[in-house]
């Protein structure tokens, strides 16, 4: 069992940053992706960013990539979503996940474990 706290979510203005942070009881031993995702009311939980475990590589949607900024700290179990330029259509709630045994996919229903989320709200 893997438990997952996001933190560092609020508001902000428009143009402003945010970095999020997702600290982990534990990562698994093997392959694993942890990723980030959101959600608004009525949608879909959507793919953000996404860590391979194996080699490292990083993945980005296309609506953050060069804004958003994932790493991750393994000597503190911690995961880090830094946010950049931000708009106001990234208003959601933002969910930490990790897939176990696996790396990384754009998937929701492939990842196994999830955080509570926090809220980003992005408005003047």
């Known amino acids: 069992q893997v438990q997952l706290v996001e933190s560092g979510g609020g508001l902000v203005q428009p143009g402003g940053s945010l970095r999020l942070s997702c600290t982990a009881s534990s990562f698994a031993s093997g392959d694993y992706g942890i990723a980030w995702f959101r959600q608004t009311p009525g949608k879909r939980r959507v793919g953000v960013s996404c860590?391979?475990?194996?080699?490292?590589?990083?993945f980005y949607a296309n609506s953050v990539k060069g804004r958003f900024n994932m790493t991750r700290d393994n000597a503190k179990n911690t995961v880090y979503l830094e946010m950049n330029n931000l708009k106001p259509e990234d208003t959601a709630v933002y969910y930490c996940?990790?897939?176990?045994?696996?790396?990384?996919?754009?998937?929701?229903?492939?990842?196994?474990?999830w955080g509570q989320g926090t809220q980003v709200t992005v408005s003047s």
């Open positions: 996940a990790t897939r176990v045994g696996l790396g990384c996919n754009s998937n929701p229903s492939e990842f196994h474990y």
């Open positions: 860590i391979n475990s194996r080699d490292g590589y990083t």
